[in-house]
């Protein structure tokens, strides 16, 4: 008797290891010529479901782990997916429609969700890649059009990225390491690019281009930095730098072949640049905490710098015109300065060290020309120039008994 229930015991445990061992499901529908699909499975409750129609598809799915889900969607010719995916709880979406797209994922770690969709492209197709490791990461990919490419590559936890690709020769690339990290990238037209790379902790990024050749590039690391870049027109280009912890930097940039460079190392800086024209230039340069930096560009050729290093200053430019060029440099604590352009060719030049600085100048013409330096505390110079070619120059040393040194120049040559 204890031997038949021995054995009843045995039994019964060699069935439930077997079902359970065999609780994988795999779903394959194939339609059309040269079909292919490869399912690999193993572990236990991983599902995958691959459903082709047309020709010359092919679906590769690997699962190592428990409770994988991966779905792939192909209808028309030429389309490739692959994911694969090791750990538990990942999931995979892919869908694509007509032509020659390509998609592959490949997940490694926990609860990570990746999803891509394609469509278009007569004859050539796009690529899209995401690579995820770690937990809760999570990746979206759009593509419509011919010759786009977009990588998604996260390490970590419960980083998101978002890319979207509506054109022709479109290059979208995210690189997110840490935790809690976002990326969001639009891209509309004919060869736009973006690279954003984000380390640490709770990084922003949002990305816009419309149009054809502009570039991007983001690097941020610290913790909770936000970095926005629009682009509209052609050949724009921005570069934003970004260490340290809730530094902020708008780029907004419209017109063809303008530059904007931005690097913020510190806490809480804060510069936005806006460009209107045709090849404007602005750099701004930010260290320590608090600083703000603002410039506006309209019209051709103009070319600020403002470099600011201390504590809570503030740099107001606006350039309006044709070939102006405006430089600012600002050290210590509390300095603020506002510089106006308004005509063509006109320059300013503005140094203040020490703390509590005040600086404005206003130019309206052609080719006039002013030079600020100021050292020590408490100093104050207001600039005016109106008309052509006039020259003006201020210059203060000294401690907080400096006063102020006033310019006002009306005509020409003064």
């Known amino acids: 008797m204890k031997r038949n229930v021995f054995l009843s015991v045995v039994a019964f445990m060699v069935t439930l290891s077997f079902m359970y061992a065999q609780s994988n499901v795999s779903d394959v529908y194939s339609q059309g010529t040269m ?86 492209g007569f004859l050539f197709g796009s690529d899209a890649y995401i690579d995820q490791e770690g937990e809760g990461n999570e990746a979206f990919q759009v593509q419509r059009g011919s010759w786009n490419y977009a990588d998604a590559e996260q390490n970590g936890t419960d980083n998101y990225s978002v890319q979207h690709q509506f054109g022709m020769s479109n290059m979208s690339m995210v690189d997110q390491n840490g935790e809690g990290h976002m990326a969001y990238e639009f891209q509309n037209g004919f060869g736009n690019y973006s690279d954003t790379k984000q380390r640490s902790t709770g990084q922003l990024s949002v990305v816009y281009q419309d149009g054809f050749y502009n570039a991007q590039s983001t690097f941020q690391t610290g913790k909770e930095n936000e970095a926005y870049t629009l682009q509209f027109g052609k050949a724009n280009f921005s570069e934003t730098v970004q260490h340290g912890n809730g530094n902020m930097a708008l780029t907004d940039q419209m017109g063809k072949r303008n530059e904007a460079f931005t690097s913020q190392t510190g ?89 509590e600085n005040f600086s404005l100048i206003s130019q309206y013409g052609t080719s006039n020309f002013a030079d600020v330096i100021q050292r020590g505390m408490g100093n104050q110079s207001n600039v005016l120039q109106i008309g052509y070619g006039n020259e003006a120059y201020v210059e203060q040393h000294g401690g907080g008994g400096n006063g102020s040194g006033n310019c006002g120049n009306g005509g020409n040559h003064n």
């Open 267 to 355: 806490h809480g800086n804060l510069s936005m640049i806006t460009q209107m024209g045709y090849k404007n230039s602005a750099s701004t340069t930010q260290s320590a905490k608090g600083n703000e930096s603002y410039v506006l560009q309209v019209g051709d050729k103009n070319d600020q710098t403002t470099y600011q290093t201390g504590n809570s200053n503030q740099s107001w430019i606006a350039q309006y015109g044709e070939g102006n060029i405006a430089d600012t440099e600002q050290h210590g604590n509390s300095g603020w300065s506002k510089l106006l352009q308004m005509g063509e060719e006109n320059e300013a030049y503005l140094d203040q060290r020490g703390k």
């Open 35 to 120: 079909n292919d699909a490869t399912v690999v499975q193993h572990g236990n409750m991983n599902n995958s479901d691959v459903d082709q129609l047309g020709w010359w598809n092919s679906a590769v799915v690997s699962q190592k782990g428990h409770a994988n889900d991966v779905m792939i969607d192909q209808v028309g010719i030429l389309n490739t997916a692959k994911a694969s995916q090791e750990g538990n709880g990942n999931m995979s979406r892919q869908t694509q429609r007509d032509w020659s797209n390509y998609a592959e994922v490949e997940q490694n770690g926990k609860g990570n969700l990746a999803v891509q969709n394609q469509a278009g």
